[in-house]
């Protein structure tokens, strides 16, 4: 009776309540609360690796092992993190994500050794890969369709803004002290993590679409797992070990395994990636191009951070003030290319976004290869702006591509795909960049092991830059 007459509206297609609008925001504050502190721990532990290294130990692999965990245990969770909604439930998996991200950074922050740290870091990696695709689905059926578009306009500069402030960050929070130097940029996690999990229990929505006839293809997981591992494990130890046989047989090896998933997913009758997704060119090159992107992005910064503090000897604090410049400029880009620039040039602004990011690296390979000993910030700037700008001008546009064509049903896989190509490009970049510069270190110091890293991420950039061309003119004409 008067139930059903009082019954709150329901999304279309979800038959979830649309909540009222100050509570939907409150819902947008936790999911964005959750997603900033996934990106600045995918990034903030570039600053503080030589820090890590010099009070926990270890060998240089360290360093890259303490980014890798975290971002490829991140992407692999995530293949599976959506689906997995469906069936448990996207409210309870968000909240028991938020809880394991919150104790497993507590663990982080008082690991008593490099192995204890590096395994934390993981786990931190697989907990907030199961908390971070249920935000997205919690946050479309909480706010009715015609305002949705709306309240998500904030998220993609958020983001952007979010990366580039993860290193500074790293260096005021290494400078601070307060919790046992680097122990900080974890610990920090705790508090933040503990407000938006109460938040989260009184606001979040108890039902977000779920699809009970959902099923998981543990085969097709498995798969990608073990290619991913194939991949990851060599590059990262490779070096330090001498380059082993079975190095080189992972890595071979990591091919025909990714060729089983392929077919695996083909023919399983629950695919852990939308078949319809792959036949579309938006999304497959939106895809390369989010992975060579990052891949430099985050081999750019790793290189950058060790050259400045064990090459020049700067304190953590001098080498994130050094990043200001490259922060700056991308703040500037991504509130152009999320206002007009993009819908005026199309690909076009990612085309000027990529070369100017690869002109800026050039540049800055060439300013520490004739400064060295006598590098400061202010010689830096120039050329870390220039960086920032162009990658700033990337950060947006290339997500409207990817997802620009999804249908309603593929968006939720899609979204997924793109965090997790993103994530594992990450760690590709900190295991094949981070495994060269130590390489290049080891035969001809840290300055020149600075300027080859950049140089390579200028390249990648200008690889990239090549594949824009495949995709459409404009976002809103992939689905044409």
């Known amino acids: 009776m008067t ?22 925001w409150l819902v947008l504050t936790v999911v964005v609360i959750a997603d ?13 690796g030589p820090s890590i290294r010099a009070e926990l130990g270890g060998g240089d692999t360290t360093v890259q092992w303490v980014l890798a ?21 996207r409210r309870r998996l968000f909240l028991a994500g938020m809880a394991g991200f919150i104790l497993s950074s507590l663990a982080c922050g008082l690991a008593p050794g490099a192995g204890f740290l590096i395994g934390a870091r993981a786990v931190q990696g697989l907990f907030g890969s199961v908390m971070i695709p249920q935000g997205f689905a919690l946050v479309k059926v909480v706010f009715p369709p015609e305002r949705l578009r709306r309240a998500l306009i904030p998220f993609g500069p958020i983001m952007g803004l979010a990366t580039v402030a993860g290193p500074i960050v790293a260096g005021w929070l290494l400078h601070l002290d307060l919790l046992g130097g680097w122990r900080s940029i974890f610990l920090i996690n705790v508090p933040i993590g503990v407000a938006a999990l109460v938040l989260g229990l009184c606001f979040l929505p108890r039902a977000a679409g779920e699809d009970p006839t959902a099923r998981l293809d543990l085969r097709g997981v498995g798969l990608l797992t073990l290619a991913s591992a194939l991949l990851i494990v060599p590059l990262v130890q490779g070096r330090e070990l001498g380059w082993p046989v079975w190095t080189y047989a992972m890595m071979a090896a990591s091919i025909p395994v990714l060729a089983l998933f392929a077919v695996s997913e083909r023919r399983g009758a629950h695919p852990v990636i939308t078949p319809s997704l792959l036949r579309k060119r938006s999304f ?37 003030l050094t990043l200001i410049p490259w922060a700056l400029g991308s703040s500037v880009a991504v509130g152009l290319a999320g206002t007009f620039l993009a819908r005026r040039l199309g690909r076009a602004a990612l085309r000027i976004g990529l070369g100017l990011a690869a002109a800026g690296l050039i540049a800055l390979a060439w300013t520490i290869a004739q400064a060295q000993d006598s590098l400061t910030s202010w010689v830096l700037a120039p050329a870390l702006l220039v960086t920032g700008f162009g990658s700033g001008l990337v950060f947006i546009p290339i997500f409207d591509y990817v997802l620009g064509d999804a249908t309603a049903e593929e968006a939720g896989t899609g979204s997924g795909m793109l965090a997790a ?15 060269a510069f130590f390489a290049q270190a080891g035969h001809s110091g840290f300055f020149d092991a600075g300027v080859l890293i950049t140089a390579l991420a200028a390249a990648l950039y200008l690889a990239t830059m090549l594949l824009v061309g495949l995709l459409p003119k404009h976002a809103q004409q992939a689905h044409s």
């Open 3 to 24: 139930t059903e007459q009082s019954s709150p509206p329901r999304s279309p297609g979800t038959g979830s309540p649309v909540l009222p609008l100050r509570r939907a």
């Open 36 to 48: 900033v502190m996934d990106v600045l721990d995918s990034t903030i532990a570039n600053l503080a």
């Open 69 to 89: 965990a975290y971002t490829a245990a991140f992407a692999l969770g995530l293949v599976t993190s959506g689906r997995l909604g469906d069936l448990v439930g």
């Open 284 to 320: 497959v090159v939106g895809l390369v191009v989010v992975c060579g992107f990052y891949a430099a992005l985050t081999g750019f910064q790793l290189a950058l951070s060790l050259t400045l503090q064990l090459g020049a000897h700067w304190t953590p604090l001098r080498t994130g």
């Open 421 to 435: 190509v993103q994530q594992f490009a990450n760690a590709i970049g900190a295991a094949a960049l981070g495994t």
